[in-house]
C-alpha cells in the first residue's frame, strides 16, 4: 500500500509516517518502480503500535524501546515494566502539579471581585510586573 492508504488506515499524517522512518521508528518501506513507497501489513501494524504507546504519552525514546523489547518476544518484560513504571511516576508527577494549579486558579477565582481589569486580582497575579 501507498503512504496515503498507510495514513488513512492508522489514521495518521503522511508526515508522522515519513518522521518515524526517519527515526528508525518505523522500517523505510520498499520502494516500487515509480519511485513509491510500498507499505506492508507489518508497518500498519509497527504504526499501530507506535501510535497507542503515543496516545498513553510515551515519549520518543519511550517508544523506541519499547519497539525494541517488543522486536524480541522471548525477552523478559521486566524492562517494559521499567519503563512503563518511570513513565507513570511521571503522570502522577503531573497530575499533582495540575491538582495545584487547579487549587490556585480557583481560589483566585473566588476572590474575584467582578470589577475592572483594571482591578483584577488574576491579572495582577498573571502578571506581578503589571502596574496597578
Known amino acids: 500500500m501507498r503512504i496515503g492508504e498507510l495514513a488513512r488506515i492508522t489514521r495518521t499524517k503522511t508526515e508522522t509516517i515519513r518522521f518515524y522512518e526517519k527515526e528508525g521508528l518505523l522500517p523505510h518501506a520498499a520502494r516500487t518502480a515509480s519511485n513509491y513507497r510500498s507499505y ?37 518484560c521486566g524492562a517494559v515494566d521499567e519503563i512503563t513504571t518511570r513513565h507513570l511516576a511521571e503522570i502522577d508527577a503531573k497530575i499533582a502539579d495540575l491538582g495545584k494549579m487547579r487549587t490556585e486558579l480557583s481560589r483566585m477565582l473566588t476572590t474575584c471581585q467582578q470589577g475592572t481589569i483594571g482591578d483584577c486580582r488574576i491579572i495582577e497575579t498573571l502578571d506581578p510586573a503589571r502596574p496597578g
Open 40 to 76: 506492508g501489513r507489518e508497518h500498519g501494524q509497527r504504526l499501530s503500535f507506535i501510535r497507542r504507546a503515543r496516545d498513553l504519552g510515551f515519549r520518543l525514546d519511550d517508544v523506541r524501546e519499547l519497539l525494541t523489547l517488543a522486536d524480541d518476544r522471548s525477552r523478559s
